[in-house]
């Protein structure tokens, strides 16, 4: 199919539903994904209680849930360029209940890994389906939705810890219920995205075939980024909750609550980057969320048992990491055609990072020392700054695309 007629294609097929009903369909998916993304973290202790193993041992359920994110990012990309987008992100979600239900019945170790492996295969290849189809949607216009759509990520996430304490309050310290309602919780995304058609690729090759040389180091060093972005959020995330209470910082229920804030500070922030999205460059909201990371960071290695510090560490960084991710998204879509493909790319760089990070912070927990958990995200974040100029620098020598106005 030749590109003119791709594209308009593609636009009879995004006006049989009105674009701001993608964007609730996603966005109601999203949630979902929030809330079995920030699940593991609080859950962690309950799940070494319950497979009797060490939390150096249950951390590598971190592991196996990155290793099949990856899989299903970047895997998944590539199936979004061939396949109905809808159809791959309803399997996605239909999987995501399927293992809420399983997990409480197989408290087996081994086979956790495997679930957990799934269970993250089947998330990322709904996040990439997410952010593909949205920029397919929405083009050059995608930046505040883009926003918007991971600000509803952060309300599942914010959420989760909340829901998860308030049912055990109901039932115990059983990790049947906390799943199971997640499982509940990941059904209505199946409604929307039944009654939409699925989107494509508007873009036309010409731009790509004339800057892929450019684009390909483009691509590695926005890869990077995500790397030690996600690797910062998905590190602090997972254990902060075991931090503060190895430390004596905070009992049970407020190492929970400081979990959601943190992901609420990420919700605000998001919610913010939507109003400001059309006004700020990315380049510049990005400079500014790193440099506000390493400051914050910066006061937990500096007082690093002190609880009110790490309540405001724990809403500083959520807000300082809350508009990375889809701002870098919205900057790589004004310098190249974004596909499946380079999309899944972007998601293995972020996949390793919560792959390699949570894993690497379990194993410096357990032998070396609780301290060092800060002090080495304090170097991811001052890395990410650093990788961010080089983005920054190669993506001015890039032409910025066409700017197509209609939605």
Same mark, same amino acid.
């Given at each position: 199919?030749?590109?003119?007629?791709?594209?308009?294609?593609?636009?009879?097929?995004? #006006?049989?539903? #009105?674009?701001?009903?993608?964007?609730?369909?996603?966005?109601?998916?999203?949630?979902?994904?929030?809330?079995?993304?920030?699940?593991?973290?609080?859950?962690?202790?309950?799940?070494?209680?319950?497979?009797?193993?060490?939390?150096?041992?249950?951390?590598?359920?971190?592991?196996?849930?990155?290793?099949?994110?990856?899989?299903?990012?970047?895997?998944?990309?590539?199936?979004?360029?061939?396949?109905?987008?809808?159809?791959?992100?309803?399997?996605?979600?239909?999987?995501?209940?399927?293992?809420?239900?399983?997990?409480?019945?197989?408290?087996?170790?081994?086979?956790?890994?495997?679930?957990?492996?799934?269970?993250?295969?089947?998330?990322?290849?709904?996040?990439?389906?997410?952010?593909?189809?949205?920029?397919?949607?929405?083009?050059?216009?995608?930046?505040?939705?883009?926003?918007?759509?991971?600000?509803?990520?952060?309300?599942?996430?914010?959420?989760?810890?909340?829901?998860?304490?308030?049912?055990?309050?109901?039932?115990?310290?059983?990790?049947?219920?906390?799943?199971?309602?997640?499982?509940?919780?990941?059904?209505?995304?199946?409604?929307?995205?039944?009654?939409?058609?699925?989107?494509?690729?508007?873009?036309?090759?010409?731009?790509?075939?004339?800057?892929?040389?450019?684009?390909?180091?483009?691509?590695?060093?926005?890869?990077?980024?995500?790397?030690?972005?996600?690797?910062?959020?998905?590190?602090?995330?997972?254990?902060?909750?075991?931090?503060?209470?190895?430390?004596?910082?905070?009992?049970?229920?407020?190492? !929970?609550?400081?979990?959601?804030?943190?992901?609420?500070?990420?919700?605000?922030?998001?919610?913010? !980057?939507?109003?400001?999205?059309?006004?700020?460059?990315?380049?510049?909201?990005?400079?500014?969320?790193?440099?506000?990371?390493?400051?914050?960071?910066?006061?937990?290695?500096?007082?690093?048992?002190?609880?009110?510090?790490?309540?405001?560490?724990?809403?500083?960084?959520?807000?300082?990491?809350?508009?990375?991710?889809?701002?870098?998204?919205?900057?790589?879509?004004?310098?190249?055609?974004?596909?499946?493909?380079?999309?899944?790319?972007?998601?293995?760089?972020?996949?390793?990072?919560?792959?390699?990070?949570?894993?690497?912070?379990?194993?410096?927990?357990?032998?070396?020392?609780?301290?060092?958990?800060?002090?080495?995200?304090?170097?991811?974040?001052?890395?990410?700054?650093?990788?961010?100029?080089?983005?920054?620098?190669?993506?001015?020598?890039?032409?910025? #695309?066409?700017?197509?106005?209609?939605?």
């Amino acid at each position: 199919m030749d590109p003119i007629t791709s594209t308009k294609t593609n636009n009879k097929t995004n #006006k049989d539903g #009105k674009p701001i009903n993608y964007f609730i369909a996603y966005s109601i998916c999203f949630i979902a994904l929030g809330l079995g993304t920030a699940s593991l973290g609080p859950m962690l202790p309950f799940l070494a209680k319950n497979a009797a193993v060490s939390l150096a041992q249950i951390s590598f359920l971190f592991t196996t849930d990155s290793l099949g994110y990856m899989l299903g990012s970047v895997g998944g990309g590539r199936l979004y360029d061939l396949f109905e987008g809808h159809r791959l992100m309803i399997f996605a979600l239909v999987l995501m209940v399927i293992i809420g239900i399983v997990i409480p019945l197989t408290p087996i170790f081994s086979v956790w890994l495997l679930v957990m492996f799934l269970f993250g295969l089947s998330r990322g290849l709904l996040d990439v389906g997410c952010n593909v189809n949205l920029v397919w949607v929405f083009q050059s216009r995608v930046g505040p939705y883009m926003n918007g759509l991971h600000f509803s990520f952060g309300v599942g996430a914010f959420l989760a810890p909340i829901l998860i304490t308030f049912v055990m309050s109901l039932f115990g310290e059983s990790i049947t219920w906390p799943y199971w309602s997640l499982a509940i919780l990941f059904i209505p995304g199946l409604i929307g995205l039944w009654r939409l058609k699925s989107p494509l690729n508007p873009d036309p090759d010409t731009h790509e075939q004339q800057k892929q040389p450019l684009n390909g180091q483009l691509i590695f060093l926005m890869s990077l980024l995500f790397f030690l972005y996600v690797g910062v959020e998905g590190g602090f995330s997972g254990w902060i909750f075991t931090y503060a209470m190895h430390l004596g910082i905070a009992d049970e229920a407020a190492a !929970s609550f400081m979990t959601s804030i943190f992901w609420g500070s990420i919700t605000i922030g998001r919610l913010i !980057s939507m109003l400001i999205a059309k006004r700020i460059k990315p380049s510049k909201l990005l400079i500014g969320n790193f440099i506000l990371a390493i400051v914050i960071l910066g006061l937990a290695i500096t007082w690093p048992t002190s609880s009110t510090v790490m309540w405001v560490v724990s809403a500083g960084l959520g807000m300082a990491l809350s508009s990375i991710f889809p701002t870098l998204l919205a900057l790589a879509e004004t310098r190249m055609k974004i596909t499946g493909t380079i999309t899944g790319l972007f998601f293995l760089g972020s996949s390793l990072g919560s792959t390699l990070v949570p894993m690497i912070l379990g194993q410096i927990f357990e032998y070396i020392g609780s301290y060092q958990i800060m002090l080495t995200l304090f170097g991811l974040a001052c890395a990410g700054l650093l990788v961010l100029i080089f983005v920054i620098l190669a993506s001015n020598r890039v032409q910025e #695309k066409p700017r197509n106005l209609e939605v």
